[in-house]
């Protein structure tokens, strides 16, 4: 005696998260359906023809879930987990998160497999944004011209996934690298510096390292990294109080082409 077993579906939506208009987004391919015998394991999504995958900046993030059952990754090599996202939910969960170069992201997501039917699975990906795995923090390009204190308003009344933004930070290379090699503008943009206090004074005073001083006309020893242009910070014109970068810092105090936003472990959220 033969048992019938029904042929069941799962719908794929394949999602950009984020904005868009910005240079170095992600686009996603997924099948849009796959259909399976047997719900109650794991079924290869690549076995129906169309792998999952992503294209654009490396390196990637991705999030995969879905309201019933469970996803998978087999293939892990390269992968990291990105904020308080396990690497133990690879093995199987309702939601999952990794992060890598984009080719390793690209043989983990050859490997996904799902269990379970008759819902959506949801693929995010980055885009309208950039993240930087080193620093945890995804980065937005805003290019709405407007002064220092608009921006900075502006920032903090924005979130991503949850998390509120604010003018970016920049504390090491490889974060001034992420983003000037990323975003791309045709003018300064402002970030969370400011010597408003006292003068030649320069602090961060947005985000999470708002009063961290970064630069000290009076004592070198102060100074952490900043990446300033020979001649600045001058305050040649007086009122030059805040930070904007053009692949270098300046102390422009005048309209820039927009903000950079940045958004601290924007992947560390539920989706």
């Given at each position: 005696?033969f ?13 950009l ?5 910005i240079s ?31 294209t ?7 999030r ?11 293939t ?13 939910d ?13 080719a ?13 039917s008759?819902?959506?699975v ?7 944004y ?8 995804s ?41 000037i ?59 030059q ?24 472990m ?6």
């Amino acid at each position: 005696m033969f048992k019938k077993r029904a042929i069941k579906g799962i719908i794929f939506s394949a999602c950009l998260l984020g904005w868009a208009g910005i240079s170095h987004g992600q686009s996603v391919v997924a099948p849009a359906q796959i259909i399976v015998g047997d719900d109650s394991q794991y079924n290869l999504v690549s076995a129906n023809g169309v792998a999952v995958s992503v294209t654009g900046f490396d390196p990637a993030g991705v999030r995969i879930s879905v309201a019933q059952g469970n996803v998978r990754i087999t293939t892990t090599t390269g992968l990291t987990e990105p904020g308080s996202a396990t690497s133990a939910d690879w093995t199987g969960a309702s939601s999952i998160a990794f992060e890598g170069t984009l080719a390793d992201v690209n043989a983990a997501l050859a490997s996904l497999e799902v269990q379970g039917s008759g819902a959506s699975v949801s693929v995010i990906a980055h885009a309208g944004y950039i993240y930087g795995t080193d620093t945890g923090s995804s980065y937005q390009l805003v290019t709405t011209a407007m002064d220092w204190p608009s921006a900075k308003a502006d920032a903090e009344a924005r979130s991503l996934n949850g998390v509120q933004g604010h003018l970016a930070t920049i504390t090491s290379q490889a974060e001034l690298n992420a983003i000037i090699n990323n975003l791309d503008w045709s003018n300064h943009v402002w970030l969370g510096g400011s010597d408003s206090a006292t003068e030649g004074e320069w602090f961060w005073v947005t985000g999470p390292e708002a009063g961290t001083q970064f630069y000290s006309d009076n004592d070198p020893s102060l100074t952490t990294f900043e990446n300033f242009r020979s001649d600045q910070p001058s305050n040649s014109i007086g009122g030059q109080h805040h930070a904007n970068v053009a692949r270098l810092y300046y102390d422009f105090e005048d309209l820039a082409n927009g903000p950079v936003y940045e958004y601290g472990m924007a992947l560390d959220v539920k989706f």
